[in-house]
């Protein structure tokens, strides 16, 4: 459906869930191109270096050494060049303060990380087709507020 | 200031004696006048009988030369001749003399020339006759001619002697009338004064000993009262000090010597003097606070410590006002209060508010553990189990595709009981913002939740028309799931559940023994299902944490369910209550304040 | 100052497409939205040229005709869901008619280009449409069901929270809260 590959960053310090993340994206039929970042700090000096493609949408969880997912979210939302960018919150809270919080903040979308591999990619198809609607379909990308459990 | 009795009687008690003064002034002054007036009738009265008695001389003196020559006429005798010569002597001396008491008066200065006039022509005919009786020139017609008119001339003397004397009658009479009138009229008078004046005094001598009175009872009230003053102060821990700001003189009261730690009245207190108490710590602030007392009427409290002679360390607040006594002059009156008391069990109340404050964090951050670290562990496992494939699964034993499938369903097990217990615990952590919300949306997402099982179970969900109401919406939403869910789980098998909601607005008066009293109205909604229902002897227990009326085996639950619609219910200043048939349906009814 | 605008993105973006076109000298007449036809040939060269101007706005020529089916399907639905009397259409006669192919036909093209369905992708654009109506805060969820053409509230409600996650209410007050935010 897209000519180049669609390119996804990953904060989070869990080596399992990245690896779930990446086998996750591999399998779906979209070709990606996903990269990883382990904390907020090393996520936020990514987004700035200019050499670095900004992604089509980051995920980001909130539960982060160094800089918490809240505090990047804030930052970025602060950030003239990289306030455009799609952000998926993916945690493990499901806390409706965390949800709303976080949509206030600027996140587009709310992923409860799934405790089912079958459901991650499913989540994850969702948020990429959604996203690639609101890219090519017109929509208006202020209202774009999604989640997923 | 209310409290000093009002003596407004000195200045009556100084009408009063000015009054009586002014009237014991009069009276005097009439006393005087009515000596004054006694004296000079007296004179008056002196002054007639003089007159009279110089006219009665005047009268003799003539007489005495009448007789006198009478008798040298008869006898020849010039013996008889004596008399006459020396009347005419006395005749001057009593004309002058009378001169001079009638000068004031000149009808009788008239009257007394006339008789002057009188007397020399009497004299004159005593003459004729004496020459005329005269042997030598006798001619007894002319003798008898003078005889005569001597007689005649007697009797004009004499009677402007009598019209002199009475003339002088009359005015002494018309005198003495005038004062007899004035002095007949004075002693009423004044005797009647003289009353009024006593009375005055009476009446001032009476109200004297009546504030004499009232003064002794106030006086009495005020030891009273300043005695219970001392004795409050000491009772309550607090003392005063008055600065008197004009004279500069500070006075403790006994108790402030006391707070001190010293014995009253040890010392003369002046304006450093609690500083030097003070301690050492809160120097500055109370020497700042005790500057700015002078320009500020009123000053809020200051809180310090004081260090007693034998060190001991007391907390101390003090407030002062000035205030302006009936004199005009500024008086700085100061509070003192000991609060170390209160002091010592504020800082026992914070330190348990820190430990409460601690044990809520410690409680959160058990939450925190609950939901993220305690999660974490068991997604993993859960996915990873999930990514045993089927190929994987075909080339184990069966006993090992067996306990895989052990392990997934107590992981599920698990998931739902971390799950419930950290909603349980979110009902009461999370904020609590109360949102005006139309129930029926509220439902309307709860059904939405249950979309699934409603539809597997072909359930069938009743409901009127619900309130607005003022609520917290998630909790709310999960209220309406639990319960619905509840009846959903608990339907029995071969009936297609059905759920009816119906809500009614009530009066908390009806239901005095759940329900808050301060609160009037109430919504009672009531979910009703015809579902397996229950004991009815467990319609209490059910709403406690991890009671559960079923096996594991036969109903998947974890226990949490109705106490978190308990805990929700409560939040919202609300009552739940259960019943139940047996085999005929439960009931759950819900009230939810206006 | 909070100003809402409505704007036609359809307006826009033909108004900057024509710009572009015209500054480079080139003819064409536009066939319908996102689909013109340019009248002399022109070379590789120049076709990048306009490739490379047109894509920081997001512009893309598209190719594949398949992709330009599903790009005309697109246009149909946002067309039909923003039409005020799209009650009167049924959805799948309006396309087939519009596009000239059976809806069956439609249907397996766009599965297969965009991986996912027609029905999806109407629901996705009548919820966009109630989201900006409630953002627009004129109407009542009971009016924007009607317009929307959903038989009840409650339905409107369960597919907003089926395709966004949450509520209309709740999605109501996230953006309320994040303008505020944003202030």
Not at chain 3, 113 to 139: C, D, G, H, W
Request: glycine share 4%; with cysteine; proline share 3%.
């Amino acid at each position: 459906m897209q000519k180049n590959a669609l390119h996804i960053l990953l904060a989070d310090d869990d080596e399992d869930d990245r690896l779930f993340f990446k086998d996750a994206f591999e399998e779906i039929k979209i070709q990606t191109n996903v990269n990883f970042v382990h904390d907020g700090m090393q996520l936020m000096d990514h987004l700035m270096n200019t050499d670095n493609k900004l992604p089509d949408i980051l995920f980001l969880d909130l539960n982060m050494p160094k800089k918490t997912g809240k505090e990047c979210l804030i930052e970025i939302k602060k950030t003239e060049h990289l306030k455009d960018i799609i952000i998926a919150i993916y945690s493990t809270s499901s806390s409706e303060e965390d949800i709303e919080d976080t949509f206030i903040q600027g996140a587009n979308i709310y992923i409860k990380k799934p405790s089912d591999f079958n459901t991650l990619k499913k989540i994850i198809n969702e948020v990429v087709t959604v996203n690639w609607h609101y890219h090519t379909s017109g929509l208006n990308r202020d209202n774009f507020l999604l989640r997923l459990k | 200031m209310k409290w000093i009795p009002n003596f407004n009687s000195s200045n009556s008690l100084r009408v009063i004696f000015v009054i009586a003064v002014f009237i014991l002034l009069f009276l005097s002054s009439i006393a005087y006048k009515h000596n004054q007036d006694l004296n000079e009738s007296s004179k008056v009265v002196m002054h007639t009988y003089e007159i009279n008695i110089q006219l009665e001389r005047l009268m003799s003196a003539i007489k005495d030369a009448e007789t006198g020559q009478r008798g040298y006429i008869i006898t020849r005798n010039a013996r008889f001749l004596t008399p006459y010569i020396y009347s005419r002597d006395k005749v001057n001396t009593s004309f002058i003399t009378l001169k001079k008491l009638t000068a004031d008066n000149p009808q009788q200065q008239e009257n007394l020339q006339k008789l002057f006039k009188l007397i020399t022509q009497r004299f004159v005919s005593f003459e004729n006759c004496l020459k005329y009786s005269d042997p030598k020139t006798y001619d007894k017609r002319k003798l008898d001619n003078h005889m005569f008119g001597g007689r005649i001339l007697m009797e004009n003397i004499r009677f402007k002697v009598d019209e002199m004397n009475d003339i002088e009658k009359t005015f002494l009479k018309t005198r003495l009338k005038i004062y007899d009138s004035e002095i007949s009229l004075s002693p009423l008078f004044s005797i009647s004064l003289f009353l009024v004046a006593l009375c005055f005094i009476l009446l001032a001598y009476r109200q004297i000993s009546r504030d004499f009175e009232r003064l002794k009872v106030f006086n009495k009230r005020l030891l009273i009262s300043s005695g219970l003053i001392a004795e409050s102060e000491s009772i309550g821990n607090f003392s005063t000090w008055q600065w008197d700001l004009d004279a500069d003189k500070i006075d403790y009261s006994d108790n402030q010597y006391r707070l001190l730690g010293h014995e009253p009245n040890s010392f003369v207190p002046n304006k450093a003097t609690l500083l030097k108490f003070v301690h050492p710590d809160d120097k500055e602030t109370f020497a700042s606070y005790m500057d700015g007392i002078v320009e500020r009427k009123q000053l809020p409290f200051v809180y310090y410590k004081i260090v007693r002679p034998n060190y001991e360390v007391r907390y101390f607040k003090t407030t002062a006002k000035i205030v302006t006594d009936q004199q005009g002059s500024k008086i700085l009156l100061g509070i003192n209060f000991d609060i170390t008391d209160e002091h010592l069990l504020n800082i026992e109340l914070q330190e348990r508010n820190k430990e409460l404050e601690k044990s809520n964090k410690e409680l959160a951050s058990f939450n925190h553990v609950a939901s993220h670290d305690l999660q974490e562990p068991l997604r993993k496992i859960q996915t990873f189990i999930s990514r045993v494939s089927d190929a994987d699964k075909a080339v184990m034993s069966d006993s090992a595709k067996n306990y895989i499938s052990k392990i997934e369903s107590s992981a599920k097990r698990m998931r739902v009981l971390i799950d419930d217990l950290l909603l349980f615990s979110r009902t009461n952590t999370t904020k609590k913002e109360f949102i005006k919300i139309n129930l029926n949306e509220l439902l309307d997402n709860a059904e939405s939740e249950l979309a699934e099982i409603i539809e597997e179970k072909k359930a069938v969900i009743k409901t009127n028309k619900l309130p607005k109401l003022s609520v917290i919406p998630y909790q709310i939403e999960q209220l309406f799931i639990n319960l619905i869910g509840n009846s959903l789980k608990y339907s029995r098998p071969e009936i297609e559940p059905e759920i009816s909601i119906i809500s009614e607005k009530v009066n908390s008066s009806d239901y005095p023994e759940i329900l808050e009293q301060s609160i009037k109205k109430f919504h009672k909604i009531t979910f009703t299902d015809n579902g397996m229902g229950f004991d009815p002897q467990f319609k209490e227990t059910i709403f406690i944490l991890f009671q559960r009326l079923h096996s594991k085996t036969d109903y998947p639950g974890t226990g949490i369910g109705l106490a978190i619609c308990k805990k929700i219910v409560e939040n919202h200043k609300g009552h739940i209550i259960a019943d139940s048939t047996l085999g005929k349906g439960s009931q759950f009814t819900v009230f939810l304040p206006d | 100052m909070k100003l809402f605008i409505k704007f036609d993105i359809n307006t826009i973006c033909s108004l900057y497409l024509k710009q572009n076109l015209e500054q480079n000298n080139i003819n064409f007449t536009t066939l319908g939205f996102g689909e013109i036809e340019i009248e002399d040939n022109i070379d590789a060269e120049a076709l990048d040229n306009l490739k490379t101007k047109l894509a920081p706005c997001g512009f893309e020529v598209v190719e594949n005709q398949k992709s330009v089916l599903v790009q005309k399907i697109k246009d149909a639905i946002i067309e039909l869901v923003f039409m005020d009397d799209s009650n009167n259409y049924k959805s799948s006669v309006f396309l087939a008619e519009k596009l000239n192919h059976s809806y069956g036909y439609l249907s397996n093209v766009f599965s297969e280009v965009t991986y996912s369905s027609i029905e999806n992708f109407i629901i996705l654009q009548k919820i966009e449409r109630a989201k900006q109506l409630i953002i627009i805060n004129e109407m009542s969820l009971t009016e924007i069901a009607f317009l929307l053409n959903y038989s009840s509230v409650a339905h409107l409600s369960t597919q907003f929270k089926n395709t966004t996650g949450i509520t209309p209410s709740a999605f109501q007050r996230i953006i309320k809260k994040r303008r505020e935010n944003l202030k």
